[in-house]
């Protein structure tokens, strides 16, 4: 017997949304994750494969961000800005921003995990940039952990030589 392990694609995310702000600064303003579990997403983002962390070249000061250097701004839409696939907003926020496969974006925001952000697709920025909600606990890590993965792996595909 497996154990079926929860997945942003087939499992809901309980309650409503928490209230974010519409526009820049985007966000979240309530349901807000605990430190521990915001250093956790953050240890989970920087031990992937080729990930260096640094300042977020387009968030709030003291978002940290999870960057593939060299990536030689693959194709549009699995970076946010640079070689910039994910961050993770301070603590007073939890939330982070990042690039999803295209695919995949509708079902993720539609299972309570994320929203687009409010400028997504516009002023020439990816349509697929989502901010995942901060995880409230252990279940939520899990999934918010699987999210990041997913946007690693679709910026380090696309960093592949075609």
């Not at 017997?1 to 929860?6: A, N, R, S, Y």
């Not at 995310?13 to 579990?37: E, K, M, S, V, Y």
């Given at each position: 017997?497996?154990?079926?392990?929860?997945s942003y694609l087939d499992t809901?995310?309980?309650?409503?949304?928490?209230?974010?702000?519409?526009?820049?600064?985007?966000?979240?303003?309530?349901?807000?994750?605990?430190?521990?579990?915001q250093e956790r997403v953050f240890?989970?983002?920087?031990?992937?494969?080729?990930?260096?962390?640094?300042?977020?070249?387009?968030?709030?000061?003291?978002?940290?961000?999870?960057?593939?250097?060299?990536?030689?701004?693959?194709?549009?839409?699995?970076?946010?800005?640079?070689?910039?696939?994910?961050?993770?907003?301070?603590?007073?926020?939890?939330?982070?921003?990042?690039?999803?496969?295209?695919?995949?974006?509708?079902?993720?925001?539609?299972?309570?995990?994320?929203?687009?952000?409010?400028?997504?697709?516009?002023?020439?920025?990816?349509?697929?940039?989502?901010?995942?909600?901060?995880?409230?606990?252990?279940?939520?890590?899990?999934?918010?952990?699987?999210?990041?993965?997913?946007?690693?792996?679709?910026?380090?595909?696309?960093?592949?030589?075609?």
């Open positions: 017997m497996t154990l079926q392990t929860k809901r995310r309980a309650g409503p949304r928490p209230r974010t702000t519409p526009t820049n600064p985007h966000t979240q303003l309530d349901q807000n994750a605990p430190p521990d579990l240890e989970i983002g920087r031990s992937l494969s080729g990930v260096a962390v640094g300042p977020s070249l387009v968030s709030v000061p003291g978002a940290r961000a999870f960057h593939l250097p060299g990536c030689g701004h693959a194709a549009h839409g699995a970076f946010m800005i640079q070689c910039e696939f994910a961050h993770l907003h301070p603590p007073r926020d939890g939330s982070l921003h990042m690039t999803l496969q295209p695919a995949i974006v509708e079902k993720v925001i539609e299972n309570g995990w994320a929203e687009l952000h409010p400028l997504a697709g516009r002023y020439g920025l990816p349509a697929n940039i989502v901010m995942v909600y901060g995880p409230r606990d252990e279940e939520e890590l899990a999934v918010v952990g699987d999210l990041i993965r997913a946007s690693h792996a679709f910026a380090a595909a696309e960093q592949q030589p075609r």
